[in-house]
């Protein structure tokens, strides 16, 4: 099945990888405006727009197991980098905590997508 997000965005095949990675890829984006708007950090921006918009991409490229894993890698450097600031402040605390909740889910639905597409 195949729905639509947008005047050009679909999710194939309704897979959970790609449905979180197009949602999760666009609050990314969006994170990485807000950190620009509010700190002035370019660092924000720039790491927000390309890991974000390499989510959307994956999600459009689903099924394939290049977007799994493409999906998978980009969730695993997000994890990298918030999961620890997560651990240490706590999930209110932003952006660590949505952004390391939401990098640790993409990790665990990669991992099982490509443990599905063996």
């Known amino acids: 099945t195949q729905s639509t997000w947008g005047p050009q965005m679909q999710i194939k095949n309704g897979s959970a990888l790609a449905r979180f990675c197009l949602f999760f890829g666009v609050i ?5 405006v807000i950190g620009f708007a509010k700190a002035g950090s370019k660092a924000s921006l720039i790491a927000g727009g390309i890991s974000g918009l390499l989510l959307v991409l994956s ?7 290049g977007a799994t894993v493409l999906a998978t ?3 695993a ?10 651990l ?12 390391g909740v939401g990098s640790i ?10 443990a599905q597409q063996k």
């Open 105 to 114: 889910v993409g990790l665990l639905l990669g991992f099982a997508t490509i």
């Open 77 to 86: 450097a997000l994890c990298y980098r918030f999961v620890p600031a997560l």
């Open 59 to 65: 999600s459009q490229m689903q099924p394939s197991r």
């Open 88 to 99: 240490q402040n706590g999930v209110a605390v932003m952006p660590a905590g949505p952004m």
């Open 73 to 75: 890698v980009v969730s």
């Open 28 to 32: 990314t984006v969006l994170g990485g």
